[in-house]
């Protein structure tokens, strides 16, 4: 089991670049996540899928979209990326109503 | 909206000595969950709480949920140097969106 996977693990863009972020998760679980972490700001949520073609905002949306593309894989894309959204990126997958597993992270910087 | 706070933001202890970091949200919880994150890592699931007043131990790790579901704690007895990393503190309200509060970074001295 290889638990949650993310690509890349590193990413520089220049502004106004897109990219998308991989993740999978071979859990079978049905939830998945998108946090992104800032220094002293702690894991706020992006965007939320608790199922296969669901997909919830979550506290910080504003510049993101993302495809729930079957019950393994949840991707996160930023079609014009800004320098406030450098940060860490982490993907998390969970049985509903238990903890959440999280992937290694994509560290991505918009310059 | 919802607010999840932890302190201290900041705590270095000398091996050996215990630590506690506390949890407050600004609503009623569902229930509230413990992550630990170990420098340049990502967050690990440690514990769930769900039920007003709860303890539950885990080695030298015990987790407490408030009467009120608005509190909780999390105390280290005895440091060792495998506890340095940050601790997160995240509530529910009725659904699977966690709000995870600010942290806790512990460094442990030897």
């Known amino acids: 089991n290889a638990g949650v996977t993310q690509t890349p693990k590193f990413q520089v863009l220049k502004t106004g670049q897109s990219m998308t972020l991989q993740c999978a998760q071979d859990?079978?679980?049905?939830?998945m996540y998108w946090y992104r972490q800032d220094p002293g700001m702690g894991l706020r949520l992006i965007y939320y899928?608790?199922?296969?073609?669901?997909?919830d905002k979550g506290e910080v949306p504003n510049g993101y979209n993302v495809s729930r593309l079957n019950k393994r894989e949840f991707s996160l894309r930023l079609e014009s990326a800004a320098p406030s959204q450098t940060s860490v990126y982490f993907c998390?997958?969970?049985?509903?109503?238990?903890?959440?597993?999280f992937g290694p992270g994509t560290r991505l910087t918009v310059l | 909206g919802q607010q999840v706070m932890q302190i201290p933001q900041y705590q270095h202890v000398q091996e050996g000595e215990d630590f506690t970091t506390y949890c407050n949200s600004s609503?009623?919880?569902?229930?509230i969950q413990w992550y630990k994150q170990r420098p340049g890592g990502h967050p690990v699931f440690l514990i769930q709480?769900?039920?007003?007043?709860e303890v539950k131990k885990q080695k030298r790790l015990t987790f407490q949920f408030g009467e009120a579901k608005k509190n909780s704690s999390l105390h280290i007895t005895a440091t060792q140097t495998t506890d340095v990393g940050t601790y997160f503190c995240?509530?529910?309200?009725?659904?699977?969106?966690?709000?995870f509060g600010t942290g806790t970074r512990l460094q442990v001295f030897p």
């Open positions: 998390a997958s969970s049985v509903a109503g238990t903890g959440q597993f």
């Open positions: 859990m079978n679980h049905n939830s």
């Open positions: 899928s608790a199922s296969e073609g669901t997909t």
């Open positions: 609503t009623t919880l569902s229930n």
């Open positions: 709480l769900v039920k007003s007043g």
């Open positions: 995240a509530g529910t309200r009725n659904t699977d969106k966690l709000i």
